[in-house]
C-alpha cells in the first residue's frame, strides 16, 4: 500500500505563488508517473499535471501552463508542484496521484485520465483571493 501526503496549500492573494510537496511512504518509485489533480467546490475534479518517472516529461492543463511547474527529483519523491501567478480560479483542493501502470504508454491523454492512477492523497486546499 502506498500513502501519498500533499502539504503546502494556504490562503493566497491573487498573483501570489505557493508550493506543493507531495510525499510518500517508502516504496520504489521507478517507473511511476506522478499526477496533480484539483477539484474546486461544486465541479469535478481535473487534470493539472503530471511528470513522467525520469522528471524529463511533463505534461500541463492549458489552464495552467506557464504558470505551474510541476518537478521532481530522478525518480525519486517527493513531487513538487510550484504555482506562480495564482488566479481565483486555481482555487480546489488539489490531490497527487502516482501511477504504477502507465510506464511503455504515457501521453498527454493517458497522465489526464483518473483511473489511471493507482494511489491518490487525500488533498490540501488552495484558496486564492480576489
Known amino acids: 500500500q502506498v500513502q501519498l501526503v500533499e502539504s503546502g496549500g494556504g490562503l493566497v492573494q491573487t498573483g501570489g505563488s505557493l508550493r506543493l510537496s507531495c510525499a510518500a511512504s517508502a516504496r520504489t518509485f521507478s517507473s511511476s508517473t506522478m499526477g496533480w489533480f484539483r477539484q474546486a467546490p461544486g465541479e469535478e475534479r481535473e487534470f493539472v499535471a503530471a511528470i513522467s518517472w525520469t522528471g524529463r516529461t511533463t505534461y500541463y492543463a492549458d489552464s495552467v501552463k506557464g504558470r505551474f511547474t510541476i518537478s521532481r527529483d530522478n525518480a525519486k519523491m517527493p513531487v513538487y508542484l510550484q504555482m506562480n501567478s495564482l488566479k481565483p480560479e486555481d482555487t480546489a483542493v488539489y490531490y497527487c496521484?502516482?501511477?504504477?501502470?502507465?510506464?511503455?504508454?504515457?501521453?498527454?491523454?493517458?497522465?489526464?485520465?483518473?483511473?489511471?492512477?493507482?494511489?491518490w492523497g487525500q488533498g490540501t486546499q488552495v484558496t486564492v483571493s480576489s
Open positions: 496521484a502516482v501511477s504504477f501502470s502507465m510506464r511503455g504508454s504515457v501521453n498527454i491523454a493517458t497522465v489526464r485520465t483518473e483511473t489511471n492512477y493507482d494511489y
